[in-house]
């Protein structure tokens, strides 16, 4: 019986936690009778969207950006604070440039892979070790400071694409003009395209095995179209290409002296 009192107690007791305070009120209350009128809560007032101030014309904007850089550095800042390529907000770090920028030649890749994004420079794995060593059999490097030896390399998009895959034509059109202006603050002798990505950008052409080893105008320089390394890494015998293609840098660099 005492126990029965306490559990009844106790269960009192929690009900009362709960808010259960009144068991009976004055005066009975009809739970089955239709209120004479519904009240129906005023709406909340929501405050109308903020209008977008960005704008719809990514090239445009890439272009005007591009054209108020007055130097590589203003350049570079401009590509940090372009917001229309979805890129950036992927990738570890802006892969902007490598080398002199006096040297008389001008490499064009295609875009960061993995070691690049992580370091912040293009060409500086499997594919840059190979690009080195190719540049060196005709007495050029990236780290030379004399203008005759001294080459400058950069990518046509800045930014890893996600698993290394090929940049869409919207990210290449809106980089265009990131590059027309690298190009002319720079202003090198001769341009190397390296890769299709790099052709379809300045020249509006893939297929390099035909593009290869034949001169043609991007960026209003002359510029030669060559296999990418990483391609020369899986078909070694394309090689042989490759080292024609840079016998003709270095005799028409000798030419143009």
């Known amino acids: 019986m005492e126990s029965d009192a306490h559990t009844a107690l106790a269960q009192l007791e929690w009900q009362i936690d709960l808010g259960a305070t009144e068991a009976i009120a ?34 445009g904007d890439a272009r005007a950006a591009a054209e108020n850089a ?10 940090a604070a ?15 440039a490598d080398g002199h920028a006096i040297a008389r ?11 690049e994004d ?8 499997r ?18 400071q004399a203008a005759e030896n001294a080459v400058y390399i950069t990518n046509i998009l800045p930014w890893r694409p996600p698993q290394n895959r090929d940049p869409t034509p919207e990210e290449i059109a809106m980089m265009r003009p990131f590059m027309q202006r690298h190009v002319d603050l720079v202003n090198p002798d001769l341009l190397v395209l390296m890769g299709n990505i790099s052709c379809d950008a300045g020249l509006g052409r893939r297929g390099i095995t035909r593009l290869r080893g034949t001169w043609a105008e991007a960026y209003g320089k002359p510029a030669l179209p060559m296999f990418h390394p990483a391609y020369l890494l899986r078909n070694p015998a394309a090689k042989r290409e490759a080292w024609a293609d840079l016998l003709e840098l270095k005799a028409r660099l000798g030419s143009s002296a």
């Open 26 to 59: 004055d005066s009975p209350v009809d739970r089955y009778a239709v209120p004479d009128r519904i009240e129906t809560p005023k709406p909340k007032s929501v405050p109308a969207p903020a209008l977008s101030t960005s704008s719809k014309d990514p090239i």
């Open 70 to 79: 007055a130097d590589l550095a203003g350049l570079q800042e401009a590509l």
């Open 82 to 96: 372009y917001e229309h390529c979805d890129l950036k907000r992927g990738a570890r770090n802006l892969v902007f």
């Open 105 to 115: 030649i001008m490499i064009i890749g295609e875009a960061p892979g993995r070691d």
């Open 118 to 125: 992580q370091q912040g420079k293009p060409f500086v794995g």
């Open 127 to 144: 594919a840059g070790q190979l690009l080195d060593k190719m540049l060196a059999a005709i007495d050029m490097d990236r780290h030379a």
